[in-house]
């Protein structure tokens, strides 16, 4: 296979986060933008899939199979990344065909797409769930939804080391903790672990808390066999997966304006909105210093473009 060398990683800027209602409250926020590493294996995916992938070129395998929806940005990086790096790939969608511009680009890429219905989806997590797949694509790995496990914390483990070859870039001598979306909980674990205990990690909950986020991530931790790290999680799902609102959308607008910065509605534009909240309340002192991390996932926003709801 042609995967990237095991020592490639993609470098993203930090930048500073300049919104009016950060002032008032003294907190400053540094914004990992994982978003600009490049055009098509975006935001924090990259990173979650690179130990699958040397995983996988350690077992032989000639590509990956997956599982994703049909906005999936897991899905999206992981087929261009095989179609950039010549492997092949396969990924099981959520529901029942769908045309979107996720998908168009799926099948632009060259991924085999198997749609498994909501009832085949809810199933993966069953044992036995992959032995029909991997008995028909016997040459691929199989990779958790979003590049999750193990593998993929230890993927974001490097953005830990990134941030701080940065610090001084912006005239920072320190930082008090990391806030991010979380979807499956993965780069949260990634960078609590990094982290042990040194700095806390807030985790914006996009999804809500019966998605299992919180056990995934004791899950992770308890494969290292280390102590729990020091990790918090708020809920930002706004009443489900993918629940978008107008109060939400004109807060992406006025944040876009104000920074410059695109963002999306699934999970950084929550993400912001809820630290906005938790700021106010009163969650964070004087002097604060945050890491705010762009997760990426802007090929996302089509889909609610194309239906009217961005």
Same mark, same amino acid.
């Given at each position: 296979?042609?995967?990237?060398?095991?020592?490639?990683?993609?470098?993203?800027?930090?930048?500073?986060?300049?919104?009016?209602?950060?002032?008032?409250?003294?907190?400053?926020?540094?914004?990992?933008?994982?978003?600009?590493?490049?055009?098509?294996?975006?935001?924090?995916?990259?990173?979650?899939?690179?130990?699958?992938? *040397?995983?996988?070129?350690?077992?032989?395998?000639?590509?990956?199979?997956?599982?994703?929806?049909?906005?999936?940005?897991?899905?999206?990086? +992981?087929?261009?990344?095989?179609?950039?790096?010549?492997?092949?790939?396969?990924?099981?969608?959520?529901?029942?065909?769908?045309?979107?511009?996720?998908? *168009?680009? +799926?099948?632009?890429?060259?991924?085999?797409?198997?749609?498994?219905?909501?009832?085949?989806?809810?199933?993966?997590?069953?044992?036995?769930?992959?032995?029909?797949?991997?008995?028909?694509?016997?040459?691929?790995?199989?990779?958790?939804?979003?590049?999750?496990?193990?593998?993929?914390?230890?993927?974001?483990?490097?953005?830990?080391?990134?941030?701080?070859?940065?610090?001084?870039?912006?005239?920072?001598?320190?930082?008090?903790?990391?806030?991010?979306?979380?979807?499956?909980?993965?780069?949260?674990?990634?960078?609590?672990?990094?982290?042990?205990?040194?700095?806390?990690?807030?985790?914006?909950?996009?999804?809500?808390?019966?998605?299992?986020?919180?056990?995934?991530?004791?899950?992770?931790?308890?494969?290292?066999?280390?102590?729990?790290?020091?990790?918090?999680?708020?809920?930002?799902?706004?009443?489900?997966?993918? *629940?978008?609102?107008?109060?939400?959308?004109?807060?992406?607008?006025?944040?876009?304006?104000?920074?410059?910065?695109?963002?999306?509605? +699934?999970?950084?534009?929550?993400?912001?909105?809820?630290? *906005?909240?938790?700021?106010?309340?009163?969650?964070?002192?004087?002097?604060?210093?945050?890491?705010?991390?762009?997760?990426?996932?802007?090929?996302?926003?089509?889909?609610?473009?194309?239906?009217?709801?961005?």
């Amino acid at each position: 296979m042609l995967f990237p060398p095991a020592n490639w990683l993609p470098q993203a800027p930090l930048e500073p986060l300049h919104l009016d209602w950060l002032t008032p409250f003294g907190i400053e926020v540094a914004i990992l933008r994982l978003d600009q590493i490049d055009p098509l294996i975006s935001g924090n995916k990259w990173f979650k899939l690179i130990e699958h992938l *040397k995983a996988a070129d350690r077992n032989g395998a000639q590509g990956i199979i997956s599982l994703g929806g049909a906005h999936s940005n897991h899905l999206h990086a +992981l087929a261009a990344a095989g179609k950039r790096f010549g492997f092949t790939t396969a990924g099981l969608l959520r529901g029942h065909p769908q045309d979107t511009p996720t998908v *168009k680009d +799926l099948q632009a890429f060259g991924m085999q797409l198997h749609w498994l219905g909501y009832g085949g989806y809810r199933a993966r997590h069953e044992p036995g769930f992959w032995q029909p797949w991997l008995e028909q694509y016997p040459e691929l790995q199989p990779v958790p939804e979003g590049g999750g496990g193990l593998r993929g914390a230890k993927g974001c483990v490097p953005l830990v080391a990134q941030v701080r070859e940065q610090l001084s870039g912006l005239g920072w001598s320190h930082y008090d903790g990391w806030w991010l979306a979380c979807g499956t909980g993965t780069t949260l674990a990634g960078l609590a672990l990094a982290e042990a205990g040194e700095h806390p990690v807030y985790g914006a909950l996009a999804v809500p808390e019966d998605h299992g986020v919180a056990q995934q991530v004791e899950s992770i931790v308890r494969e290292t066999g280390l102590q729990a790290p020091a990790y918090e999680l708020f809920d930002a799902s706004r009443g489900g997966f993918a *629940k978008v609102d107008p109060q939400l959308l004109k807060f992406i607008e006025q944040t876009e304006q104000a920074s410059g910065i695109p963002f999306e509605p +699934l999970y950084t534009g929550k993400a912001l909105m809820v630290l *906005k909240q938790q700021i106010e309340a009163g969650k964070f002192p004087l002097g604060t210093r945050l890491i705010f991390i762009h997760t990426g996932g802007l090929q996302g926003r089509r889909g609610f473009e194309q239906s009217g709801r961005d």
